[in-house]
Nanobody
Framework: VQLQACGGGLVQAGGSLRLSCAAS????????MGWFRQAPGKEREYVVA????????YYADSVKGRFTISRGNAENTVYLQMNSLKPEDTAVYYC???????????????WGQGTLVTVSS
């Protein structure tokens, strides 16, 4: 499985961006796809995730109510809609996938390249 992330960019505080992550290869029912982010000088943060078949989701407290993760029905793509963006959301965002039913931040073994999101104040 290879993951290709895109959609980052520069946005003003309060604005919106949508990231996408396309998976080449087969994503089956017991997979989870998620997004992590890493800001300069900070540790990587587990942001959101979605169970591929159950559609259940995980959100970090820092993004609840502002970010929404979804998946395409036909294509192996997940989307991260980010609204009400704040300067502290500035980071490189990475999509990741694992064959699991757990939303733990561990054991993600497929990673896409990062996409930079910059939120100006």
């Amino acid at each position: 499985v290879q993951l290709q992330a895109c959609g980052g960019g520069l946005v003003q505080a309060g604005g919106s961006l949508r990231l996408s992550c396309a998976a080449s290869g087969s994503i089956f029912s017991n997979w989870i796809m998620g997004w992590f982010r890493q800001a300069p000088g900070k540790e990587r943060e587990y942001v959101v995730a979605i169970h591929w078949s159950a559609f259940s989701t995980y959100y970090a407290d820092s993004v609840k109510g502002r970010f929404t993760i979804s998946r395409g029905n036909a294509e192996n793509t997940v989307y991260l809609q980010m609204n009400s963006l704040k300067p502290e959301d500035t980071a490189v965002y990475y999509c990741a996938a694992k064959r699991s039913n757990s939303f733990s931040p561990y054991d993600y073994n497929y990673w896409g390249q990062g996409t930079l999101v910059t939120v100006s104040s």
